[in-house]
């Protein structure tokens, strides 16, 4: 049983976090939830208990055995070495340290080897590259992947529960024909209307969200030759990434054969029923732990080409399932015990 | 001067093919609204005027020099062979005749010189293929397209006026808690849904409407050779399609070359300044003539590649203003006379 530390408690992760330690049964001996002054003395519901947030210190993590993070990079970036230095295994939900050598970037049921290597901090990947991997691993070990471009259709729920909140918003004032507020967590109004911009752009023209796919997916697979050029969408969907991925593999792989692969693979569910109008859907996807598959059609524009449509809750396996599973394997490992060994 | 008659003239794209007409001055000297037993009876404006909508039969065409046909394709694969023994010249918005020999398949900007061979119809080509062309057809002509991988991101309004207002009040169900009627337009609800189902699925795995972007892309750029490879999916967007294009081209083209490139192709506006957050939105374009460029980034995983993100109203360019660009091109080519030299 475990001291558990949750930072951003009251975001919509950490919302999820929450239920997803209590429907997994992860083993909680004491929850402390941590979050910003804007939010400390809120109320949450853990196992039928009310706690109440604590304002997130450097003095927060005293006896706590892990932390899950989920408040931010810059939040993160200043709080997780405190944690750390406290003894605590932290499992960071944000990109602070995802690309540091020594930070293992885990998918659990893609390198969840990987988690042995530790030395404190465990990074959760990016939402979108999560959910990519969960199709796209089977095949790269199945037959090697050489290229992949793909194009996301990305929820409001990346933006957190204000951004699901603004989408709602401004689609009423689109309904009602009143004039919507300006737009504060997208770019634009997301009401009605497709995004392009993901994250801030960066000198080569690609969203910092588009990189973080191509270099997480690199270090998550182990191999830097796979060549990965991204799209990255918001489109008006409230809590699911959907991604059409157009795959180059090094060997052929029929539909047939990439379809048994997929529906044989842990935490995937092929959908993928034409006849009965049955492939992914957003709205079917949500508040689901497994990541779902259709579409899955050979492309002979190429020797090795096949098209897949991938859909993931976003913030259960795009975030806070992965977290906790990422938990559950230090635990199972006995790699959560930093302060009994020190 | 010319007797127009315009079939589905109540649908969505009927009204844009009428306002079009309007805006662009097209010499109509009379015009002739036709629609099914629905519709007939119904009135419509057109400069001013009150029009009354007749009963679409096989005798509406006498005396009609251009139709303009937008009511489905079994409508016009019953109807338009009248239209022509008449003597009227067809331009047809649905799939009925696209990929017959002997009817050429226009966009204006691309290949405005092939309705030189009419046999008295024209097909407009499909909205998806034709936005996506506004932007491939240029980069061809320059450097050669050798593959293209696009995902596209659908509007209601390929579903027509109904299927506007499905997306719209299955959103404020959404939005008010309230359960949705059954979906009617499009195969699920679409209220803060990505669907990748657009037109019936074939025995390949690919939608019809996918199929269609890669034999009308053939047809009207004349090369078989360009391989093709499609996701279409309807999102909760009202009346623009925006398309996540990949390309490989048989020359180099840097992202500077083929900005510029684009930039000055006719019916084309780059919008293409990250710092100041401008890309192509789908709801900027509505309602606007121009197709739209943005996210023009060179794509390092093959030796030359480029991404893009494509904006264009599906109902004007994708629809009704190609529609009467190509009786533009007819009437200044004399093209349109066909009853004069009978």
């Given at each position: 049983?475990?001291s558990?530390?949750?930072m ?17 049964n992860?083993?909680?001996?004491s929850i402390?939830?941590?979050a ?32 899950l993070a989920s ?12 944690a ?19 930070v293992?970037l885990?998918v659990p049921e ?6 042995a ?8 990947p990016?939402?979108?590259?999560i ?5 796209l ?18 929820a ?11 989408l ?8 009602d ?6 737009a504060?967590?997208?770019a634009h109004?997301?009401?009605f209307?497709?995004?392009?911009h993901?994250d801030v ?10 990189m ?6 690199h270090?998550?697979?182990g191999?830097d ?11 008006p ?7 059409s991925?157009n795959?180059e ?6 539909a ?16 993928d ?5 049955m ?7 949500a508040?689901e ?7 899955i059609?050979?492309?002979d524009?190429?020797a090795?080409?096949?098209?897949l449509w991938?859909v993931?809750?976003?913030l259960l396996?795009g975030a806070a399932?992965?977290t906790?599973q990422?938990?559950e394997i230090?635990a ?6 930093a302060?009994?060994?020190?």
């Amino acid at each position: 049983m475990y001291s558990v530390a949750i930072m951003g408690a009251t975001g919509a992760v950490g919302a999820d976090l929450l239920r997803t330690l209590e429907r997994r049964n992860f083993p909680v001996a004491s929850i402390k939830l941590l979050a910003s002054e804007r939010s400390a003395g809120k109320t949450l519901n853990f196992r039928g208990q009310t706690h109440t947030v604590e304002l997130l210190t450097h003095d927060s993590f005293e006896g706590v055995d892990l932390v899950l993070a989920s408040a931010g990079g810059s939040i993160s970036t200043e709080f997780v070495p405190s944690a750390v230095k406290a003894g605590a295994v932290v499992v960071d939900n944000t990109s602070a340290f995802r690309m540091d050598e020594g930070v293992p970037l885990v998918v659990p049921e893609v390198n969840g080897d990987a988690v042995a290597g530790h030395k404190g901090i465990i990074a959760n990947p990016n939402c979108s590259t999560i959910i990519m991997l969960m199709a796209l691993a089977p095949i790269h070990r199945a037959a090697g992947l050489k290229r992949v471009v793909v194009s996301t259709y990305q929820a409001a729920s990346g933006a957190g529960q204000a951004g699901m909140e603004e989408l709602l918003e401004h689609s009423r004032h689109v309904l009602d024909g009143t004039p919507a507020p300006a737009a504060e967590k997208f770019a634009h109004s997301l009401a009605f209307n497709c995004i392009p911009h993901v994250d801030v752009f960066l000198d080569n023209g690609y969203s910092r969200e588009e990189m973080k796919m191509v270099h997480e997916t690199h270090k998550i697979l182990g191999d830097d030759s796979i060549g990965i050029t991204v799209t990255t969408v918001r489109v008006p969907v409230i809590r699911c990434h959907s991604e059409s991925i157009n795959i180059e593999t090094h060997r052929k792989l029929s539909a047939d054969e990439a379809r048994a692969i997929l529906a044989g693979a842990a935490g995937v569910e092929v959908v993928d029923d034409l006849a009965r109008n049955m492939y992914p859907l957003a709205t079917r996807a949500a508040h689901e732990e497994a990541t779902f598959v259709g579409r899955i059609r050979e492309d002979d524009t190429i020797a090795n080409g096949l098209n897949l449509w991938v859909v993931g809750d976003q913030l259960l396996k795009g975030a806070a399932l992965n977290t906790v599973q990422i938990a559950e394997i230090l635990a199972e490992r006995g790699l959560l015990a930093a302060k009994a060994k020190a």
